[in-house]
Each structure stands twice: as structure tokens, then as C-alpha cells.
């Protein structure tokens, strides 16, 4: 007889399993600083679908690896706040609603998903590595000193998906990245947009893109496709790599 001890701090995977949940979903950790670092739950080669709010707070530290999933419904959100880590390896995420990252977000060899909005706000952080990233519809917002990371990574925005950066947010596309962004992109506040090591981004919406005097676009070794109409002003500030 096998016996396992399951808990916040410590799940042991048993079997592939898939969890339907129909309520809001918290993870939060409450303990002392020694505790930090711990994984406080572990979702392994497991699927987790919810059908309402999903919220990561505090110090929790979530992690989906080895094919597991993390899905949640129409009408649910997923919200990242506090020092919360969510780490997907091997993984994938698939969201039906908003996604709003205030803490830590880390995506590795992993397939994410959106339906609707992508919020980055308060010095939420985001790396998508060696993954795929992609808006079916909705918008990716990045404001307030929030920083996201695309190494290595597939991103593709959908007709009519925007992406708007704002109020000191920065955005870095790197390690042979390739971004297509069906919709517009939107630069204001401070925000920057940074573009290198042989990474290509296709702005192929008829918008294009707008930045204004306070938005900063760095493009090194790398390429940056405008197919719309774009307005850069006081252009000459922008600095462009030999490429």
C-alpha cells in the first residue's frame, strides 16, 4: 500500500488527471520568509480547467510541467498579483478571458493561448521562452513599468488584436523571435519596444504604427516589417540597427 500526502506545498503526481473546477479558484501563502522558493503546488502532466476567477497572490508559487494544462472557461480571468511565480514547462495555458500580470510570469516550451484581453500592469514580468504565444482576439496591453520578454518565442496577434504599450511598460523581442501582429500597435508614456538578434517583427495591420515623442523603438540586428500606415514622431530620435 502506497500512501501519498497531497497539500499546497507538496502535490505528488499520481496519475494523469483532469480537474474541472466551477468556483473561483485562489492560491495564496500566507507563511514566513523562510518558506519562499518552496513550489506551493505542482500540477504535473495533468489537466486544470475552471470556469470562474483564477487568482495567484502573495507569495504562492504555482507550477505546470510535463504536459499539463491550465485552461479557464468564458467568463473566468486569470490574475497574477502580489510575489506570486506561475511557471509553465512542457506546459500550456488556454484562456477563454483576461489574463492580467502584476507578478511573475514564466513560459517555457509552452503553448499559451488567448481569447480576450492580456494585461501586464505594476511591474508584472513575463518571459516567453523557445514557447508559442498567441491572441485569437482582444488586445495585449503592457503599461505601468511592466516588462515582457519573447526569446526564442512565436507570437502571433490576430486580426483586430492589438498591441498597446503604455506608461514606462517594455517590451523585449530576442534570440531569433518572430512576432506577427495582424492588428495595430499603439507606443506612448515612456514605453519601449526593443527588437535584436536576428528576431523579425511583422506589423501587418492597415493601422500599423503609432509612437508617440515619449516611446522608444530599438531595433539591432534584427527586423522590424511595417505593412500599414505608421506615424513616428520626431522619428529621427529612433535608433535603428544595420538591419
Keep these: 500500500t502506497e500512501i501519498y500526502t497531497l497539500s499546497l506545498h507538496d502535490a505528488l503526481p499520481i496519475s494523469q488527471t483532469n480537474f474541472t473546477i466551477s468556483a473561483p479558484l485562489s492560491f495564496l501563502n500566507d507563511y514566513s520568509a523562510a518558506k519562499d522558493g518552496l513550489i506551493h503546488l505542482l ?6 480547467s475552471v470556469a470562474d476567477d483564477v487568482a495567484f497572490s502573495s507569495d504562492a508559487n504555482v507550477v505546470f510541467q510535463q504536459g499539463a494544462s491550465l485552461e479557464i472557461a468564458n467568463g473566468g480571468s486569470l490574475t497574477l498579483a502580489g510575489n506570486s511565480d506561475l511557471s509553465l514547462l512542457d506546459s500550456s495555458m488556454d484562456m477563454k ?3 492580467s500580470v502584476q507578478s ?8 499559451v493561448t488567448i481569447h480576450s484581453n492580456y ?4 511591474s ?5 521562452k523557445d514557447s508559442t504565444f498567441s491572441v485569437q482576439s482582444g488586445s495585449v496591453q503592457l503599461k505601468q ?7 526564442n518565442a512565436t507570437s ?3 486580426s483586430g488584436s492589438d498591441l498597446i504599450m503604455s ?4 517590451a523585449l523581442v530576442t534570440d531569433s523571435s518572430a512576432m506577427d501582429i495582424q492588428g495595430a500597435v499603439s507606443m506612448t508614456s515612456l514605453s519601449s519596444l526593443s527588437i535584436e538578434s536576428a528576431s523579425v517583427v511583422q506589423i501587418l495591420g492597415s493601422a500599423g504604427l503609432s509612437a508617440d515623442t515619449q516611446a522608444s523603438i530599438s531595433v539591432d540586428a534584427a527586423t522590424l516589417n511595417l505593412k500599414g500606415s505608421s506615424t513616428l514622431v520626431r522619428s529621427e530620435e529612433r535608433r535603428v540597427g544595420k538591419e
Design 167 to 170: 506608461s514606462s511598460a517594455k
Design 156 to 158: 502571433n496577434l490576430n
Design 43 to 48: 500540477v504535473d502532466d495533468s489537466k486544470v
Design 145 to 151: 513599468t511592466s516588462e515582457t520578454t519573447f526569446q
Design 97 to 99: 478571458s483576461d489574463v
Design 104 to 111: 511573475n510570469l514564466t513560459v517555457t516550451r509552452g503553448d
Design 119 to 122: 494585461i501586464a500592469t505594476s
Design 124 to 128: 508584472g514580468k513575463a518571459l516567453f
